[in-house]
C-alpha cells in the first residue's frame, strides 16, 4: 500500500510559475514510475509528465518546453516545474505512483488556477 499525497497547488497569473510536488509513502521499497496528470471539469484525465526510476521522462505536447518533471528517488518524490502557465493549464493535477509488480497509486489532487 502506498499513500500518495500532492501539494504546491494554488492560484497564479497567466505566465507565471508553480512547482508541485508529490510525496509517496508506504510500501516504497518498489516505487517504479511516477507521472502528472490534470482533469479539468469536463474533460478527461490526461497524462501532463510522467518519469520512470532511471529517469526518462516524457510529457504532453501541450507542456512540453514549459514543464519540466524531476524526482527525488531517495525522498520518494516527485516534482514538477511549470513555467510560462496558461489559463488552459488550470485543473486538478494529479500524481500517479507505481510499483513492480505494476500497481498504480493516486493522490488526491491538487488545484491549479491561472487567471489570465
Known amino acids: 500500500q502506498i499513500h500518495v499525497v500532492e501539494s504546491g497547488g494554488g492560484l497564479v497569473q497567466a505566465g507565471g510559475s508553480l512547482r508541485l510536488s508529490c510525496v509517496a509513502s508506504?510500501?516504497?521499497?518498489?516505487?517504479?514510475?511516477m507521472a502528472w496528470y490534470r482533469q479539468a471539469p469536463g474533460k478527461q484525465r490526461e497524462l501532463v509528465a510522467a518519469?520512470?526510476?532511471?529517469?526518462?521522462?516524457n510529457y504532453a505536447d501541450s507542456v512540453k518546453g514549459r514543464f519540466t518533471i524531476s524526482r527525488d528517488n531517495a525522498k520518494n518524490t516527485v516534482y514538477l516545474q511549470m513555467h510560462s502557465l496558461r489559463s488552459e493549464d488550470t485543473a486538478v493535477y494529479y500524481c500517479?505512483?507505481?510499483?513492480?509488480?505494476?500497481?498504480?497509486?493516486w493522490g488526491q489532487g491538487t488545484q491549479v488556477t491561472v487567471s489570465s
Open positions: 518519469i520512470t526510476s532511471g529517469g526518462s521522462t
Open positions: 508506504g510500501n516504497t521499497a518498489r516505487l517504479n514510475g
Open positions: 500517479n505512483a507505481n510499483t513492480i509488480p505494476l500497481r498504480s497509486y
